[in-house]
T-cell receptor
Framework: GQSLEQPSEVTAVEGAIVQINCTYQ??????LSWYQQHDGGAPTFLSY????GLEETGRFSSFLSRSDSYGYLLLQELQMKDSASYFC??????????FGKGTRLSVIA | GAGVSQSPSNKVTEKGKDVELRCDPI?????LYWYRQSLGQGLEFLIY????????KSGLPSDRFSAERTGGSVSTLTIQRTQQEDSAVYLC??????????????FGSGTQLSVL
């Protein structure tokens, strides 16, 4: 089986830093992906962590701790365009990718 | 094509009618997914095709839902005797799946289904 937990909503100020947490319980874990979805748009891939530690891609970073079954997405220098829903998804090898319910991020001025 | 293509983009139907939603994945992608997303909700997994293996249908909500993938490419999701609770955005995604390595999904723009 599999379970995922993410905060449902997060609000942060433009220019600030925000962290979106994801805890999971899944057998045969391989890695953790993050996707971004703007209102009315399709989800797009942001990052993937297969190993423990921090992966940085520009203003976005993603962290994984396999021993804690925990990861987070870190967004720095927030911009209004970062307002979107963010989904974490643990992968379990050759099984379908299942997403969490997502975290709705609202960036305010 | 350059991306995942879904048609129609919008579909309005009457309760009880059957509908077919089409997905044309990225050429060469072996994995194909269907997800459903209700307004303001997360992505609900429906069905998964991987190469020539039997599809994983574990997410289909009822036997009114079925899907096919012909020739390892185009997929059709069929909903029979539609109900109002079927109203949602149906998203298709494909990936160049290689075993357990990083699987990056590419999503289509979805089909907005409205059942009246």
């Amino acid at each position: 089986g599999q379970s995922l937990e993410q905060p449902s909503e997060v609000t942060a100020v433009e220019g600030a830093i925000v962290q979106i947490n994801c805890t999971y319980q899944t057998s045969g874990f391989y890695g953790l992906s993050w996707y971004q979805q703007h209102d009315g748009g399709a989800p797009t891939f942001l990052s993937y962590n297969a190993l423990d530690g921090l992966e940085e891609t520009g203003r976005f970073s993603s962290f994984l701790s396999r021993s804690d079954s925990y990861g987070y997405l870190l967004l720095q220098e927030l911009q209004m365009k970062d307002s979107a829903s963010y989904f974490c998804a643990p992968s379990r090898g050759n099984t379908p990718l299942v997403f969490g319910k997502g975290t709705r991020l609202s960036v305010i001025a | 094509g350059a991306g995942v293509s879904q048609s129609p983009s919008n579909k309005v139907t009457e309760k009880g009618k059957d509908v077919e939603l089409r997905c044309d994945p990225i050429s060469g992608h072996t994995a194909l997914y269907w997800y459903r997303q209700s307004l303001g909700q997360g992505l609900e997994f429906l069905i998964y095709f991987q190469g020539n293996s039997a599809p994983d249908k574990s997410g289909l909500p009822s036997d009114r839902f079925s899907a096919e993938r012909t020739g390892g490419s185009v997929s059709t999701l069929t909903i029979q005797r539609t109900q109002q609770e079927d109203s949602a955005v149906y998203l298709c995604a494909s990936s160049l799946k290689r075993g357990a390595t990083n699987e990056k999904l590419f999503f289509g723009s979805g089909t907005q289904l409205s059942v009246l």
